[in-house]
């Protein structure tokens, strides 16, 4: 009994330092954001997504002051679709993004020529993880 005593305190103790992996993804704050438009998009992100926009990707860039966050959708079968940020946010762990596809209205009559969509959102520079919801 006395040496599962030790034992037992030792596991006790390592339990209750661990952290569940719940609480490293709650959010802590709101992360404020900007959507760059197509033609203000540094060189290198076009560069980039040029050469994945085919296939769905995620990928992110850095300058040094700012935090690129891109995701895209790959080849849709015609155009007229969107990109929404459904959140932003940041957690013990890094930073989560959420973005959400929009398909043409019913009421549009989109392009028929293959579109590829994808954002770049652009956030100041926190040196943390990406994750992508």
């Known amino acids: 009994m006395r040496k599962l005593l030790p034992v037992a305190a030792f596991i006790v103790f390592l ?3 661990c952290k569940s992996d719940d609480t490293l993804g709650a959010k802590i704050k709101d992360i404020d954001f900007t959507i ?27 300058d040094g002051d700012y935090l690129y966050i891109v995701v895209g959708y790959g080849e849709q079968a015609t155009g007229g679709y969107s990109i ?10 890094g930073i ?6 929009v398909g043409p209205s019913k009421d549009d009559v989109p392009a028929e020529a293959p579109s590829y969509p994808y954002i770049v959102i652009k956030t100041t520079n926190m040196d943390k993880v990406v994750i992508f919801n």
């Open 15 to 17: 339990l209750a330092g």
């Open 36 to 62: 760059v438009s197509p033609n203000e998009i540094q060189q290198e992100i076009k560069e980039l997504v040029e050469e994945r926009q085919s296939k769905p990707f995620k990928l992110t860039y850095s």
């Open 84 to 93: 929404t940020v459904g959140d932003l946010y940041l957690a013990e762990n």
């Open 96 to 101: 989560y993004v959420e973005t959400n596809l």
